[in-house]
């Protein structure tokens, strides 16, 4: 698995398996069966409810002799209400509790909303004392990451955020080059939207190497050398999905891809005043 160094000198796979939206029941095999088609960056997050489950799987993996816990790379991250500092490091002990680990490889301050130089403070006394490796920031705009990494002593390894054909945050990553954090994308399918996968577009790329839709969209974020995150509960779509460093697409080929963007999020964007009234809202809801 080709590997990303960041910017504290700890080293990533570039390609990861993620657990979002995975039912509860099929998590732990799914991260299993992940694990044997040769992933090592796992990552899920409180929110999610899943991280025992998560926990599970690569427990079970590594006592059939898979992987090691050192092979892997396991990423978990902190939600709106776990913000503050002193709940913020309470969280941390939580994750690592519930998911029977020492240490996570890379932890994440899930959305840019709350208490979040709180968590930072939190994250970055974890750092130091050996039991995350690598911390970052999830979906912060370019401007709120650079104002993150001028405020703080430590700066972010990571800023996890939406990168996809439709969002292709060319902008964004020269930005994030020019700080030294490392982009990692969050919903490269895009779930689908715009019809992604029978995109004629990307079809007719891929029948030039014999890939399929989700490949040439894999590919094209290696490329760009942005750490990728696929989704699948079937053993023969991770197989595939992984099955991407035996071809390289042409200038031509990325110059159709850019020729597709959007510039827009396909599922909300998170300063839009709509967006963060119905978070706050959740968050209440949540808290109640």
Do not use: C
């Amino acid at each position: 698995m080709r590997t990303i160094q960041l910017n504290n000198g700890v080293k990533m796979p570039q390609l990861g398996f993620g657990v979002y939206q995975i039912p509860l029941e099929e998590t732990a095999e799914a991260v299993y069966q992940a694990i044997k088609a040769g992933y090592r960056l796992i990552d899920t997050a409180s929110i999610y409810g899943n991280e025992k489950e998560t926990g599970e799987g690569i427990k079970r993996a590594i006592d059939e002799g898979l992987t090691t816990r050192e092979e892997l790379f396991v990423t978990s991250k902190l939600f709106i209400l776990q913000a503050p500092e002193e709940k913020a490091a309470e969280t941390i002990e939580q994750s690592l509790n519930v998911m029977g680990l020492d240490y996570l490889d890379l932890y994440l301050i899930h959305q840019p909303y709350g208490d979040v130089y709180g968590a930072w403070r939190a994250m970055v006394a974890a750092q130091k004392a050996g039991k995350l490796r690598a911390i970052g920031i999830s979906n912060f705009k370019s401007a709120k990451m650079i104002e993150f990494v001028g405020l703080n002593d430590v700066k972010p390894q990571i800023n996890q955020i939406e990168v996809n054909p439709w969002n292709q945050r060319i902008e964004d990553q020269e930005w994030h080059e020019k700080y030294g954090v490392q982009i990692e994308a969050w919903a490269p399918f895009a779930e689908g939207h715009h019809d992604l996968f029978t995109n004629p577009v990307l079809a007719e790329i891929g029948e030039q190497y014999g890939k399929s839709v989700g490949q040439v969209v894999l590919r094209w974020l290696m490329q760009r050398g942005i750490v990728a995150l696929a989704k699948s509960v079937r053993p023969e779509r991770m197989a595939e999905n992984i099955n991407i460093f035996d071809f390289e697409l042409s200038d031509a080929d990325v110059e159709k891809i850019s020729a597709l963007d959007r510039k827009e999020s396909a599922f909300f964007d998170h300063d839009a005043p709509q967006q963060v009234e119905w978070v706050m809202n959740r968050m209440l809801d949540t808290e109640n």
